[in-house]
């Protein structure tokens, strides 16, 4: 089945610069869309960006926009998520998933990863 695998989550200080990656197997990403949410301890998950292969569009939560760029590889059916300036606000465990188009409602998703861990101290 689908399979979504991130990494390069860490512990960095605030101003500090992570990136992460989702590896897709048993899916063409270059049909599709991989968004990336995140959760923190009682919050609710939110979106935070997704990139969209069939239009070619890019989109960022306000939370973030301007400071991380979603990016991908369509060869090695990965993307990843440059994240700089670093805030602690941002610590949550990382989600990539995959769905047709893009979306800020995580339910329009049909497979997602186990999430990676990222943890920014002030």
């Known amino acids: 089945e689908v399979q979504l695998v991130e990494s390069g989550g860490g512990l960095v200080q605030a101003g500090g610069s992570l990136r992460l990656s989702c590896a897709a197997s048993e899916f063409t990403f270059g049909d599709n869309a991989i968004g990336w949410f995140r959760q923190a301890p009682g919050k609710e998950r939110e979106g935070v960006s997704c990139i969209s292969s069939n239009t070619g569009s890019a989109y960022y939560a306000d939370s973030v926009k301007g400071r991380f760029t979603i990016s991908s590889d369509n060869a090695k059916n990965t993307v990843y998520l440059q994240m700089n300036s670093l805030k602690p606000e941002d610590t949550a465990i990382y989600y990539c998933?995959?769905?047709?188009?893009?979306?800020?409602?995580?339910?329009?998703?049909?497979?997602w990863g186990q999430g990676t861990q990222v943890t920014v101290s002030s």
């Open positions: 998933a995959a769905a047709l188009i893009c979306s800020w409602y995580g339910d329009e998703y049909d497979y």
